[in-house]
């Protein structure tokens, strides 16, 4: 059997893009180990999607986390989400809505993310947390929010 020309060549191309997104990957990693927060965001969306890393939403949350602890806003917005649909966490829409109280704090969504964000916190809070939860959150919130302040001051 004959192997077309053109399907080695694609072959190669492909294996080429699969190696260069290897090497993306591995300084992506060492990045990220290092404490750059937009490398462990980004390592965290790899992670999430499967792109350049087998899919692994652990993997995902342990970079998003990381990065959240740094101030990242978007991978707290990620992080609160996994705690909302329980993606690679046990489900928790109290730890949810700490997440996302913060991220409102930080003042750096545009209005289009604000809004999402304040109809996410009040179906939240409408539907599954009492008010004795929303108090807790409440205090989470502050407890990460120092923390972060910490880690951010030391950095």
Same mark, same amino acid.
């Given at each position: 059997m004959k192997i077309a020309p053109t399907l080695i060549a694609l072959t190669l191309l492909a294996l080429g893009a699969t190696n260069a997104q290897g090497q993306y990957i591995e300084q992506l990693k060492e990045k990220a180990e290092q404490g750059d927060p937009k490398a462990q965001y980004t390592l965290g969306e790899a992670y999430r999607d499967g792109r350049g890393v087998i899919e692994n939403y652990t993997q995902a949350l342990h970079w998003y986390r990381k990065a959240s602890m740094q101030g990242h806003p978007a991978a707290q917005v990620e992080l609160g989400l996994a705690y909302?649909?329980?993606?690679?966490?046990? %489900?928790?829409? %109290?730890? #949810?809505? /700490?997440?996302?109280?913060?991220?409102?704090? &930080?003042?750096?969504? *545009? %209005?289009?993310?604000?809004? $999402? !964000?304040?109809?996410?916190?009040?179906?939240?809070?409408? *539907?599954?947390?009492t008010?004795? @939860?929303? #108090?807790? /959150? %409440?205090?989470? /919130?502050?407890? !990460? $929010?120092? @923390?972060?302040? /910490?880690? &951010?001051? &030391? *950095?």
């Amino acid at each position: 059997m004959k192997i077309a020309p053109t399907l080695i060549a694609l072959t190669l191309l492909a294996l080429g893009a699969t190696n260069a997104q290897g090497q993306y990957i591995e300084q992506l990693k060492e990045k990220a180990e290092q404490g750059d927060p937009k490398a462990q965001y980004t390592l965290g969306e790899a992670y999430r999607d499967g792109r350049g890393v087998i899919e692994n939403y652990t993997q995902a949350l342990h970079w998003y986390r990381k990065a959240s602890m740094q101030g990242h806003p978007a991978a707290q917005v990620e992080l609160g989400l996994a705690y909302a649909l329980g993606r690679g966490v046990d %489900q928790d829409d %109290q730890e #949810a809505y /700490a997440w996302m109280i913060l991220v409102k704090a &930080t003042g750096e969504l *545009n %209005q289009e993310g604000v809004e $999402h !964000l304040d109809g996410f916190l009040e179906f939240l809070r409408d *539907n599954y947390l009492t008010p004795d @939860q929303l #108090a807790k /959150a %409440q205090q989470r /919130a502050s407890e !990460l $929010h120092e @923390q972060i302040q /910490a880690n &951010t001051a &030391t *950095n």
